[in-house]
């Protein structure tokens, strides 16, 4: 993630959107470049937030958060010390995360462009965490100005921010929602206003389903799938269930993290398609293989063999048939 601080460009709606949580202060400190946009909150500094700064009530900056520790391995500043040094226990014990994490976003911004091309104009976007570059709405848009994005999240820091660099798209809106109740996200009225569910649908959960437990992170994308008709799509990447993946697990949780991450088997992840017609992964399909997960790299890209930092997380990609 690339940070960055200009002269403050930010929407004066967006800062009082921002000043109504967090203060005149935090809102003043909000920028945002149309081709790059970045967010500060006051601390923030190459080595991230200060944890003596005003933050937006309900924001507990010594209990590490998981969207926070996502922002540090994309490299941004909007995180605390109690989220980097989750992070720094991680990177120790797994250097390899960082590159799959950009790898995640990497993945993201193909998939986007794939499903553009496939016919989709809606997007709901599940955790969607701190603004970065490539954002789906930036990807989708920039190649139909009328595609429709949803951006779902539960962290009071990412609606600040989406919704400061968000305030004059029309197309596109950051709702606060829990991911453990889908049906909440269906009966809000910004997504119903936005999303029309008689028409295909694309339903994104990039690195989100692994910290829910069993029963909430199946219903997820169960549920949102259930509410949208033939042709719509649903595209997941979720952590392996590997040694390291188990090391993760054990740091978030000594260090009481927001969320629980919790690896699944290829068997596991693959349940979240059942129902399903899985897109073949490959530039070029053959008619002898079946498709199936892949890694974060292999997906739509032309790669000999399979990078070590990749073999932590698969990913895949699925249509909901006319049957």
Known sequence: MNRRSPKDSTPSTARETLAAVGGPKHAASVTAQEDSPAVDIPGGGSTGLQDNVTVPSGIDPNRPNVARVYDYFLGG???FE???????EILEQT??????????????GRVVRYLVKQGIRQFIDLGSGLPTQENVHQVAQAAVADARVVYIDYDPVVLCH??????????TVVVRADLREPGTILEHPEV?????????????????????EDEQAYAVGNTLMDACPAGSYLAV???LDTDAAQKGRDIYARRNANANLVPRSREQIRRFFDGLVLVDPDLEPSPDKEPDLVYLSQWKQLEDGI???????????????ES
């Open 162 to 171: 989406g919704r400061a660099l968000l305030a004059t798209n029309p197309n």
């Open 192 to 212: 119903r206003a936005l999303i029309d569910f008689t028409k295909p649908t694309a339903v994104l959960a990039f690195a989100v389903l692994h910290f829910l």
């Open 82 to 88: 109690a989220d980097r040094a989750v992070a720094d």
């Open 307 to 321: 990078a070590l930092q990749d073999r932590l997380t698969l990913c895949g990609v699925a249509r909901r048939s």
């Open 95 to 108: 250097p390899e995360v960082r590159d799959t994490t950009r790898a995640n976003r990497e993945l993201l």
């Open 237 to 239: 990447s979720h952590v």
């Open 77 to 79: 500043r909007d995180n």
